[in-house]
Nanobody
Framework: QLQLVESGGGLVQPGGSLALSCAATKVSLADYAIDWYRQAPGKERERVSCITQRGDFTDSADSMKGRFTLSRDNAKDTVYLHMKSLKPEDTAIYYC???????????????WGQGTQVTVSS
């Protein structure tokens, strides 16, 4: 059964970069699309981007587009969320979930986990 663990969060200065990891611990990640979300205090959870089994990823909202990219290393059973030009507004808990496809019409295969905290502050 697919189980995912987020890691890599931390404190970063505005304009900086950070890479988050989403790792599968029980089964191969190669068969799954991985969908990243984030939630800031007082705000609704929003989708960041989703990467397909093939390695394509969806466009993010305008606030993130062009600054966030996804990649995957199936040999390491890990998907990476690369973030650059970070802004204080990017401060949030970041979560990853598994899907069979990147369509939001398909159900999540994993529950919302602990996530990893990203704090952008000088």
């Amino acid at each position: 059964q697919l189980q995912l663990v987020e890691s890599g969060g931390g404190l970063v200065q505005p304009g900086g970069s950070l890479a988050l990891s989403c790792a599968a611990t029980k089964v191969s990640l190669a068969d799954y699309a991985i969908d990243w979300y984030r939630q800031a205090p007082g705000k609704e959870r929003e989708r960041v981007s989703c990467i397909t089994q093939r390695g394509d990823f969806t466009d993010s909202a305008d606030s993130m587009k062009g600054r966030f990219t996804l990649s995957r290393d199936n040999a390491k059973d890990t998907v990476y969320l690369h973030m650059k030009s970070l802004k204080p507004e990017d401060t949030a808990i970041y979560y990853c979930v598994g899907r069979h496809t990147c369509s939001t019409l398909t159900p999540r295969l994993t529950p919302w986990g602990q996530g990893t905290q990203v704090t952008v502050s000088s």
